[in-house]
T-cell receptor
Framework: DGGITQSPKYLFRKEGQNVTLSCEQNLNHDAMYWYRQDPGQGLRLIYYSQIVNDFQKGDIAEGYSVSREKKESFPLTVTSAQKNPTAFYLC????????????FGQGTRLTVV | SQQGEEDPQALSIQEGENATMNCSYKTSINNLQWYRQNSGRGLVHLILIRSNEREKHSGRLRVTLDTSKKSSSLLITASRAADTASYFCAPEETSGSRLTFGEGTQLTVNP
């Protein structure tokens, strides 16, 4: 089945640690996105990538890093520089730039303990 | 960056009633999309309307777009309890690379 998969579903991190959230898609999509969602809030764009080996900062990139070495994969690292990382993280992908629908993963809920 | 603002923030109706949500945006767009999110899940695409379209239907959904007023509305007819979710609009600028969302409208349909 084609789709976009995020793992793990739940993730716990100790303060000061880096953690990496996985996002994989087999839809042959060029563009991929990472969002953060806090309780009762909307989605805020962290990073996005339109093509392999290229990515751009979104609105809240500080404390996060990404890579796009393969078309299928767009992992997000939450670094220790992110002071308030507890949130719900969503990954999305879509085809040619613009005018197409985005497909979302089921999300990763990150909690700092 | 282009971002839609949904209104109202929350809407509570009875099953069978119609639900209307609005979206306003600031700059010229190529298209506008509506998405739905069930609690704790990813977003699901509902409908896309292009800048040269004024109205579009999909099942019980009706979307309108008024580019002169920079606004769109999503109407859900004959609502069901299963329609309870958050609804987001995503106006897309002509550049088409970023995809951003507003705060959403939380719809509750009471059985």
């Amino acid at each position: 089945d084609g789709g976009i998969t995020q793992s793990p579903k739940y993730l716990f991190r100790k303060e000061g640690q880096n953690v990496t959230l996985s996002c994989e898609q087999n839809l042959n999509h060029d563009a991929m996105y990472w969002y953060r969602q806090d309780p009762g809030q909307g989605l805020r764009l962290i990073y996005y990538s339109q093509i392999v080996n290229d990515f751009q900062k979104g609105d809240i990139a500080e404390g996060y890093s990404v890579s796009r070495e393969k078309k299928e994969s767009f992992p997000l690292t939450v670094t220790s520089a992110q002071k308030n990382p507890t949130a719900f993280y969503l990954c999305a992908s879509r085809g040619q730039f613009g005018s197409t629908e985005a497909f979302f993963g089921q999300g990763t809920r990150l909690t700092v303990v | 960056s282009q971002q839609g603002e949904e209104d109202p923030q929350a809407l509570s109706i009875q099953e069978g009633e119609n639900a209307t949500m609005n979206c306003s945006y600031k700059t010229s767009i190529n298209n506008l999309q509506w998405y739905r999110q069930n609690s704790g899940r990813g977003l699901v695409h509902l409908i896309l309307i292009r800048s040269n379209e004024r109205e579009k239907h999909s099942g019980r959904l009706r979307v309108t777009l008024d580019t002169s007023k920079k606004s769109s509305s999503l109407l859900i007819t004959a609502s069901r309890a299963a329609d309870t979710a958050s609804y987001f609009c995503a106006p897309e600028e002509t550049s088409g690379s970023r995809l951003t969302f507003g705060e959403g409208t939380q719809l509750t349909v009471n059985p």
